[in-house]
């Protein structure tokens, strides 16, 4: 249900650069060094289009597979959000976490908005974050599930822990975890403790300026957070007041992702709205 951009391509483009550097070491390490100079040539620029390639290809391939979902789900694409759908999605402030400013593309929006429960049709959009390194730079993808409710709700923000801080010490992965939060503009939400002994604490933090936030994780919804996800994967919720996200980091989904995904997050509101 995760869409990935490693096609086979991918992985050949992997293999002839791996190629290309041993026989780079051999040109620097033996008596033929010319032959192995233009192999090592040959293979390096070999690599460097099959990822090219790839990488427009699986561009391509992305579009079209959304469109369909789009026609076979009333949504309408557009490739390209303006101004003001990407300032819906700023409000959060954990969207920081996982986009560059201003870089989001394939938004699907609901071509009938007159729901009675608006909660029925999210706003999907993908946010795009470029780490960069010392000898090169990666993109990293996240779609984004906006949804508007008919309650007004606390301001929260329940993080995901990443697998390195599930199994540190608990005390080094909240400071971890807390110093994230600061550097998404999150400096006057406090760490929540909730008192149930079934909530995850080792793959979740909650945050919130209401402590009234804790009384939203009832039962229920802890439960949806022990079971309803996959093994290993963890989702992040915002509320901001009747406005919630909820986003798997760094993953985007397939056809069948986007609908499991809506129909638990449908569920999880459902439970952040119950009455306890």
Do not use: C
Not at 22 to 44: P, Q, S, V
Not at 62 to 68: A, H, I, K
């Amino acid at each position: 249900m995760k869409f990935s951009d490693k096609s086979f391509l991918y992985y050949l483009a992997q293999i002839f650069a791996f190629i290309g550097v041993g026989f780079l070491y051999l040109y620097t390490n033996d008596i033929y060094k010319e032959n192995y100079k233009y192999i090592a040539f040959f293979f390096g620029a070999l690599s460097i289009l099959l990822f090219l390639y790839n990488t427009r290809r699986r561009i391509k391939v992305r579009v079209s597979n959304l469109e369909v979902y789009a026609q076979q789900n009333n949504f309408e694409l557009l490739p390209n959000p303006d101004q003001d759908q990407i300032d819906e999605f700023g409000v959060f402030k954990s969207v920081k976490g996982i986009a560059d400013k201003n870089s989001f593309l394939n938004i699907l929006v609901p071509k009938d908005s007159r729901f009675l429960n608006r909660s029925l049709k999210p706003k999907i959009i993908t946010g795009k974050r470029t780490v960069q390194s010392s000898q090169s730079s990666n993109d990293y993808f996240t779609q984004i599930f906006f949804f508007e409710i008919d309650h007004e709700l606390p301001p929260f923000y329940l993080s995901s822990r990443n697998k390195l801080t599930s199994f540190i010490p608990l005390g080094i992965a909240t400071w971890i975890s807390q110093s994230k939060k600061n550097g998404l503009g999150m400096m006057d939400y406090k760490k929540i403790e909730i008192d149930n002994n079934n909530f995850p604490a080792r793959r979740y933090d909650l945050y919130s300026s209401d402590l009234s936030a804790k009384n939203l994780f009832n039962a229920k919804l802890i439960e949806l957070l022990n079971t309803g996800i996959k093994k290993n994967i963890t989702v992040n919720i915002e509320s901001a007041g009747n406005k919630l996200i909820f986003f798997i980091r760094n993953q985007r989904h397939t056809s069948e992702g986007l609908d499991f995904y809506t129909n638990l997050f449908e569920v999880m509101i459902k439970a952040l709205t119950e009455k306890n």
